[in-house]
């Protein structure tokens, strides 16, 4: 059950159990000095009534028993520490590292699907609550129960009329809290909600910044951002008027269990029928039995708190794979698409595409923008998968073939560069780790990176900085395409790969493809019609479907969207 409802591993379930076990166990050797104590305050009665005491004869038994005490809860206060904070500092790394391992085989139409600070918040935020509640409040929380479990059947057994006194303010408290779950909860989901938007608040004003002081409305979106944050204070102080409420009932309730055993036990005591040392026996017990409980309400708010975070784990656990074989037995490297269908967001995007990209060739996809050529590049790498329809790679369909293994046959270019807080040659070198310096040199060479590469500080050992930063656009670009040159897959992707450069630029880099290209299957997206001047073939994309297709010369002389095209970027 435990596992279920915190989504913990086979080893963290057993490991949780040994937890409450050994909490437990602590619990109850913390109530066995009270048996001690009580027998002092015997003798000590008997002293000051001026009856026969047996204490100077058992000094050295009650030293020893003190002793010996001591040490029993040393131990279980340590083996507690050990079976439950060491432990759950383990499943909480684990925990990460199962969901990074669950979102490297997502498809990346999850990723479009979910707010990046609403993923990061789930692996460290959530993650770090579920590690709270694992390591202290389970199982002090079971450990309590069972304690009192055990400790109210012996208090019945003793007597039953204080027993209960004991006994049944503690279930009532419990309900009370209880009752604020559903509360709590919602509460915690808008407190989650607020702190996410304040997030990409910060996020998206660190990314915009310069367009923002360009157009002088920082200040403006700064109150917005503000506005966030008062948010955020405001749902965190929602968040706690339900368990704080709850939890203070509950405590206010054990309190009058206190009082009602000072009550009737008093009443019986008068009444001659309870001694007075079980008098005191039973208010030593009611005063430990409730003094966890007290903390105990607040682990139960803390529980169902994290709940809400455990719940957002749950929902990426759920989501479905990309699973395949690890083996890929392509006949060649021809990529065919045969009516296929995509939808984003249920929105359609490729509505029944049908061509071929033979190996050897350079086959383009151009048409307007939304037409869905970056969609189909990506389908073609199976970054996404096809709501219906094939597309296959030598004769095998993508879908069958395990993401990691069908990647070693792609080099990719995407009109989105992503760099690293890197040197040149790692940034490099990220196209084929195994690779020397000298072949990430003629790579960049290649890819016509040398000559500003020269100009940095310190060369290829630059560090280039976030994504790029001490980087143009058109820099950052090439570099990107000479880690694909590294890599030097058979398939080739170029998502408006020479977008971000300038005429010469794009020139040098068209002259290297040219030949280092040969013989691979390449799959060019562009906007601009001069980029794919050279193209083996085009593939014309209108509103999501094949318009037409053929050589340039072919498609210019039919007339059709593509020489409309042509037409409009030579200014005709």
């Not at 608040?201 to 920082?218: A, F, N, P």
């Not at 509505?351 to 073609?380: I, M, N, R, Y």
């Not at 080099?411 to 040197?423: A, G, H, R």
């Not at 083996?536 to 999501?544: A, E, H, P, Q």
């Amino acid at each position: 059950m435990l596992k279920q409802m915190f989504a913990l591993s086979d080893q963290g379930s057993r490991d949780l159990n040994k937890g409450i076990a050994a909490t437990t166990l602590s619990n109850l050797c913390l109530i066995a000095p009270v048996s001690l104590l009580v027998m002092v305050i015997w003798e000590l009665l008997n002293v000051i009534s001026g009856q026969e005491s047996s204490m100077r004869d058992h000094a050295a038994l009650f030293i020893c028993g003190t002793v010996v005490m001591f040490i029993i809860v040393f131990l279980t206060q340590w083996l507690q520490y050990n079976k439950t904070y060491t432990v759950a500092y383990k499943e909480s790394a684990n925990r990460r590292i199962v969901l990074a391992e669950k979102l490297r085989k997502l498809p990346l139409s999850f990723f479009g699907q979910r707010d990046l600070s609403d993923l990061t918040t789930t692996i460290m935020g959530d993650c770090t609550a579920l590690e709270r509640v694992f390591s202290n409040a389970i199982p002090q929380l079971f450990g309590t129960i069972f304690m009192f479990i055990i400790t109210a059947i012996g208090l019945l057994v003793l007597d039953w009329r204080m027993g209960l006194c004991i006994v049944v303010p503690v279930p009532v408290a419990a309900l009370v809290v209880f009752a604020a779950k559903k509360a709590q909860s919602n509460a915690e989901s808008a407190n989650m909600d607020a702190k996410r938007a304040a997030y990409d608040g910060v996020q998206e004003y660190l990314d915009t910044i310069q367009e923002l002081k360009s157009c002088s409305r920082e200040e403006e979106y700064l109150e917005g951002l503000e506005k966030k944050l008062d948010y955020v204070v405001k749902c965190s102080f929602r968040n706690e008027i339900a368990p704080g409420a709850a939890t203070t009932t509950a405590q206010f309730i054990l309190r009058f269990g206190l009082v009602a055993v000072m009550l009737v036990g008093g009443i019986l005591v008068t009444a001659g029928s309870l001694s007075i040392p079980m008098f005191i026996l039973f208010l030593l017990f009611a005063g430990r039995i409730y003094d966890p409980f007290t903390s105990c309400f607040m682990l139960m708010a803390e529980v169902f708190s994290a709940l809400v975070s455990v719940k957002r784990m749950k929902q990426i656990d759920a989501t479905p794979e990309q699973t395949g074989t690890n083996v890929c037995n392509n006949m060649g490297y021809d990529i065919e698409f045969k009516n296929v269908v995509f939808s984003y967001n249920e929105e359609p995007v490729l509505k029944g595409v049908s061509f071929v990209a033979k190996q050897g060739e350079v086959t383009a996809l151009v048409g307007p923008s939304g037409s869905g050529k970056s969609t189909a590049s990506k389908l073609a790498a199976r970054f996404w998968d096809a709501d219906s329809g094939t597309i296959t790679l030598g004769g095998v369909d993508v879908k069958t073939v395990e993401p990691e293994t069908l990647f070693k046959n792609y080099s990719i270019v995407f009109q989105d560069v992503m760099l690293f807080d890197e040197t040149v040659m790692e940034n490099i070198r990220l196209g084929r780790g195994n690779a020397t310096d000298e072949e990430v040199m003629a790579a960049a060479r290649a890819a016509q990176c040398e000559e500003f590469i020269q100009r940095l500080p310190h060369g290829y050992q630059t560090n280039i900085g976030e994504n790029g930063s001490a980087l143009s656009g058109g820099e950052r670009q090439r570099i990107s395409i000479a880690r694909a040159l590294l890599k030097d897959a058979p398939i080739v992707l170029l998502d408006e790969a020479t977008a971000s450069m300038d005429a010469e630029s794009e020139t040098l880099v068209q002259d290297a493809l040219s030949v280092l290209l040969k013989d691979k299957t390449v799959m060019v997206i562009a906007h601009r019609m001069r980029t794919v001047a050279n193209a083996d073939k085009i593939v014309v994309l209108d509103d999501g479907k094949v318009s037409e297709t053929g050589t340039p010369a072919e498609l210019m002389e039919k007339g059709g969207l593509y020489a409309h095209l042509v037409e409009l970027q030579q200014g005709k």
